[in-house]
């Protein structure tokens, strides 16, 4: 059941005020959870058991599955940031190659980006 407080109900042109009302329901509380939580809220080591449960329900978990494989990918990404920013940082005024290497790094970190999002 739904338990609602301070209610108001109407029937037949009659108001009457109730402190609580009980609203019968064949909805479980995980089924209301799994629809009204965002996948940013939930931590990294229960997203593949909410994607089941989700699933399991009938529900489409695909916010979910996005948010569990994007943490899975992060560190990849973090280390191949660091491989752009290093061929950007290192010096090469010697070969004159210095304005090459920085639009390569640049463009480099343009398509990760546009990859990632």
Same mark, same amino acid.
């Given at each position: 059941y739904w338990e609602l407080q301070d209610v108001k109900v109407f029937k037949?042109?009659?108001?009457r005020a109730l402190a609580t009302d009980k609203?019968?329901?064949?909805?479980?509380?995980e089924f209301v959870q799994e629809r009204l939580a965002r996948p940013e809220t939930i931590p990294f080591y229960e997203l593949?058991?909410?994607?089941?449960v989700?699933?399991?329900? %009938?529900?489409?978990?695909?916010? !979910?599955?996005m948010q569990f494989? /994007?943490?899975l990918a992060l560190p990849f990404l973090l280390v191949a940031m660091t491989l752009i920013a290093a061929t950007v940082s290192m010096r090469f005024a010697?070969?004159?190659?210095?304005?090459?290497?920085?639009? %390569?790094?640049?463009?480099?970190? !343009?398509?990760?980006?546009?990859? /990632?999002?």
């Open positions: 037949a042109g009659n108001i609203v019968p329901t064949n909805l479980k509380p593949p058991r909410k994607i089941e989700a699933r399991s329900f %009938g529900l489409k978990a695909n916010a !979910f599955a494989d /994007s943490l010697r070969m004159g190659q210095s304005a090459t290497m920085i639009l %390569g790094g640049v463009v480099a970190g !343009f398509l990760l980006y546009v990859v /990632s999002v």
